[in-house]
């Protein structure tokens, strides 16, 4: 392209610098993450399990 064209044109590239990520921080927080998921299940499965039991019969000896 010839400078004929457009003569006060100019194309400028500004970058941003940023920080690398904080490793250590996200990688507290994924494991926080999987943590609570983690129990979640496990709390739900303890609960699907008592659901399905029935309560205990006692007899007349309160046995």
């Not at 940023?18 to 129990?39: E, G, H, T």
């Not at 979640?40 to 046995?63: V, Y």
């Amino acid at each position: 392209m010839s400078e004929d064209k457009q003569p006060g044109r100019r194309i400028t590239i500004r970058s941003v610098r940023r920080d690398p990520p904080d490793v250590r921080k996200l990688s507290r927080a994924l494991i926080a993450l999987a943590y609570a998921q983690a129990k979640a299940e496990a709390d739900a499965q303890a609960e699907h399990r008592t659901a399905g039991q029935k309560p205990r019969r006692r007899g007349p000896d309160g046995d």
